[in-house]
């Protein structure tokens, strides 16, 4: 009796942890990436997440991040940037003790190619996580891979996939793993909506997440008529 006491005991404690994890919700991220010329080689980029563990509801994390890019080539492009990341690291309410605040340095070098219809970026990034929780802060580093392949359906219309490899420079070095896809919507010249579905892959939980996503690009450089 005592056994069977601990046995279903045990299944309660894990099923009840499960469930504060979120796993089973589908969550949303709200996305907005800019990148905005300003002179031949070089751009600015900025970005804006925030994600839930619920499409509308249950804060999960804030993203900010803003970098220079400078463009070796239209095929090309090298990146050094700034992030600042404010993580409620918990599915349940349970205010100011779950919170992680991160500020991060990340290079970054893209490449892209296109075979026959198909657009393919390849990302390579380095992290430097300087990462606090209150009582404690530490210092990781980590690297990703993304492999991204565009597919235009019409002028407006088109395909959105990626996947996304994290690997830990230290301790475990699977961190996560990324795998998407989307319907895009170019609206105007420099303007696209992407409506899509992430699959977020860690070691030990996996979460769904829709996601909705504004692109702006516009030249911030000043016309030759203007600057006559």
């Known amino acids: 009796m005592r ?10 404690v894990a099923i009840t942890q499960a469930q504060e994890t979120g796993e089973d919700k589908l969550g ?9 010329k ?16 619920e499409t509308t509801s249950n804060f999960n994390q804030l993203l900010l991040r803003i970098g220079l890019n ?13 992030g600042y990341i404010d993580t409620d690291t918990s599915f349940e309410d349970i205010p100011n003790q779950n919170k992680l605040l991160e500020n991060r340095i990340f290079e970054q ?4 190619n296109k075979v026959w219809e198909l657009l393919f970026e390849h990302r390579f990034r380095f992290e430097q996580r300087f990462l606090n929780s209150g009582n404690s802060s530490d210092t990781q580093h980590r690297a990703r891979y993304r492999l991204q392949i565009t ?3 019409t002028n407006t219309f088109f395909l959105n996939f990626y996947d996304e490899i994290f690997l830990n420079l230290q301790d475990e070095i699977f ?4 795998l ?10 420099n303007l696209s909506l992407q409506l899509g579905y992430l699959k977020n892959h860690f070691s030990t939980t996996n979460f769904d997440r829709l996601q909705v996503g504004v692109f702006y690009n516009p030249d911030l450089r000043r016309k030759k008529s203007e600057a006559k």
């Not at 070089?42 to 970005?47: K, T, V, Y």
């Not at 070098?109 to 892209?112: A, C, G, R, S």
């Not at 896809?181 to 010249?189: D, P, Y």
């Open 180 to 189: 998407y896809a989307a319907l895009g919507l170019n609206i105007v010249e």
């Open 109 to 112: 070098f893209i490449l892209k």
């Open 28 to 36: 949303a991220w709200y996305m907005y990436f800019g990148m905005n």
């Open 38 to 53: 300003v002179s031949e080689r070089f751009s600015i980029h900025s970005e804006a997440q925030f994600r839930y563990y």
């Open 175 to 178: 961190g996560q793993n990324r």
């Open 151 to 153: 597919l235009p359906l």
């Open 3 to 12: 056994k069977l006491v601990a046995i279903v005991i045990f299944f309660i």
């Open 70 to 82: 400078y463009h070796i080539s239209p095929e090309a492009i090298a990146t050094i940037g700034y």
